[in-house]
């Protein structure tokens, strides 16, 4: 009995197989780049969770350097979605503690991104981040006692918010808890929101 000839994919099927694919790869780097950094992180470890052949992640990404730039955008993009203008600093902080519970991988590639950073230079999302949080840095302006720098400040916050990605054992050894289990975690978020609020009420 002849066989049927092999329909081609529609050109809608073919964007569909792709960003299905491009997307397998970005959930398996952040895995891979989340526990190792951009340094220690491997290609052929980022193909093989992703159930791919490794010269897509060329194809797609330009290799790994594009790869993880690709990766820093996805960053960027929902670090404007947790605090469009207009938020409290406040809630940008619960929203950002919360994060870990979201997308543990993507907080830790953003700690690494901070361990490994070299310098302005080869900082590409420099400039955008300072745009972010520059509506911040003003509300603590406002508030914040007299001899007291607003961005340092909200630096101090920002750690804060990502101590349970950064400082795990310390959390273990002080609260005797799970750092990374949700109630800890909702619990620690509106704590470091409560701070920041504190702060405010100065105003």
């Known amino acids: 009995m002849p066989t049927k000839p092999r329909r081609s994919p529609a050109p ?5 197989d792709a960003e299905r ?8 780097a952040a895995v891979e780049f989340g526990a190792h950094g951009y340094a220690g992180a491997r290609v052929r470890a980022i193909a093989e969770r992703a159930g791919v052949n490794q010269q897509l992640l060329s194809y797609y990404f330009d290799g790994k350097e594009g790869l993880y730039q690709a990766m820093a955008q996805r960053w960027q ?8 203008p207009g938020t409290s600093l406040p809630e940008q902080l619960r929203r950002y503690a919360l994060e870990v519970l979201r997308d543990p991988d993507g907080v830790r590639v953003f700690a690494w991104s901070g361990l490994q950073y070299t310098g302005p ?3 590409p999302d420099r400039e955008s981040r300072a745009r972010l949080l520059g509506d911040s840095v003003e509300q ?3 508030g914040l006692i007299a001899g007291a720098d607003p961005a340092c400040v909200l630096v101090m916050l920002m750690a804060a918010a990502m101590a349970p990605t950064t400082l795990p054992h310390v959390i273990d050894s002080v609260c ?20 920041a609020a504190m702060l405010l009420a100065k105003s």
């Open 140 to 142: 603590l302006r406002a």
């Open 121 to 123: 230079d080869d900082d």
């Open 77 to 84: 993009e929902r670090q404007q979605e947790i605090a469009p």
């Open 21 to 28: 694919t491009r997307q397998k790869i970005l959930e398996a």
């Open 12 to 16: 809608e099927e073919r964007r569909r």
């Open 176 to 195: 005797g808890v799970d750092p990374r289990s949700p109630e800890f975690v909702t619990h620690y978020a509106d704590q470091v929101a409560g701070v």
